[in-house]
């Protein structure tokens, strides 16, 4: 039954890769021969040309190129990173340690809000954005990606800060810590794990987010999926291997992340650990 299990692990894995290994396949691929029906697993005649292509050509006459698309997504998901986990850091501690007038309330309609889905709201956040002169910047689109990810980030990190006992703290109060030193020290280390899952979510909920740059960005400030819209759509004639070096290049920046935090996600499980 093990072995099963394993082997059905192991197709399961498989069917999820191999559409990822065929796109940095087709990436390689001269675009001639891309719509062929007798394609191999490894390019016949690797080539470079599809990468050039997608990272100097502009998406569209007017319109920004692949270097500022990921300057812009870049600067967006940073501020988002930052505010998101600050602003959930903070409430989650007040939801988890504090018992105060409406705090149920508050967690059910965070709940609610998670729950409308961002398309519902389009118009409505296009007229707020607009009447705030924030249409097509770089603050304007932050704040819709920070509104968007803050009640996730809450709900999670709270389950985090509710998981660790207060009597930790407590006990590090008795053995001399003040109150903030005992947080900082004994309970801080322990939300490491909770602080790293929410900030890979508000990262990739930022840098994969479409709808909302589609409609609020335009010409120079296109972030990375809005610039691979229009760079797919920009002549009658697709130029498939550059879109899909494009779609590969966008994920780069997706792996270099993961592999920065992987090891503080692990690290962290035990940088709270107190002498027994």
């Known amino acids: 039954m093990r072995i099963l299990f394993n082997a059905l692990a192991v197709i399961v894995f498989l069917c999820a890769v191999f559409p990822v290994y065929w796109m940095l396949n ?12 007798d394609q191999s697993l490894i390019p016949r005649e690797p080539t470079f040309v599809n990468y050039v292509t997608a990272w100097t050509r502009p998406a569209a006459p007017g319109q920004t190129d692949f270097p500022n698309a990921l300057r812009t997504s870049l600067i967006v998901v940073a501020i988002v990173v930052v505010c998101a986990l600050l602003f959930a ?7 988890a340690r504090f018992r105060f007038v409406g705090r149920r ?22 007229n707020l954005i607009d009447d705030l002169h924030l249409m097509n910047t770089l603050l304007g689109l932050s704040l819709v990606h920070i509104a968007a ?12 800060v509710a998981g660790v006992p207060a009597e930790l703290e407590e006990a590090a ?11 900082w020290r004994v309970t801080f280390p322990l939300l490491a794990p ?6 890979i979510f508000a990262f990739m909920q930022s840098w994969n987010e479409f709808t909302m740059a589609l409609l609020l960005m335009k010409d120079q400030n296109l972030t990375l999926p809005t610039w691979l819209n229009s760079f797919q759509s920009a002549t009658e004639a697709t130029n498939y291997g550059a879109v ?3 779609s590969t290049l966008i994920c780069i920046p997706v792996v270099i992340f993961f592999l920065i935090v992987q090891g503080r996600m692990t690290g962290g499980l ?5 002498k027994g």
Do not use: H, N
């Open 270 to 274: 035990v940088a709270g650990a107190v």
């Open 173 to 183: 109060q008795i053995d001399g810590c003040s109150k903030q030193g005992a947080f």
């Open 105 to 126: 309330t508050f967690i059910v309609g965070i709940l609610v809000v998670q729950m409308i889905p961002g398309e519902g709201m389009m118009f409505t956040v296009y």
């Open 244 to 246: 899909l070096a494009g």
């Open 149 to 160: 990810v803050i009640p996730f980030t809450i709900w999670t990190l709270r389950g985090f």
């Open 89 to 95: 850091f903070l409430a989650s501690i007040a939801l």
């Open 26 to 37: 087709l990436s390689f691929t001269p675009g001639d021969q891309i719509i062929r029906r």
């Open 194 to 199: 909770g602080l790293v899952a929410t900030g």
